[in-house]
């Protein structure tokens, strides 16, 4: 990655809409460095995971039924 990409990369955050999310979980099954499940079976997240973690919040992001997780610029 060169030293451009590196900077948007590092600006990205990760979300999770907490109004889509139904809990099912497959995030967690994909990146659960990254996901969680709150008390009321609603996803949480870190919004910064490290860059090596990216590839499996992509992953998490593909996986989600209810397309509730986003990369997001800050
Ligand atoms: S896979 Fe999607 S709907 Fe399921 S817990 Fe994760 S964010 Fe929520």
Known sequence: MNNTANQAARRRKVRVDTRLCE?????????????DLGDDDVATCIETPPEAMWDK????????PRQ???FVST
């Open 23 to 35: 809990g099912h979980a497959l995030c967690i099954d994909s990146a659960p460095e990254v996901f």
């Open 68 to 70: 509730a997780i986003s």
């Open 57 to 64: 919040v992509q992953a998490a992001i593909n996986s989600c």
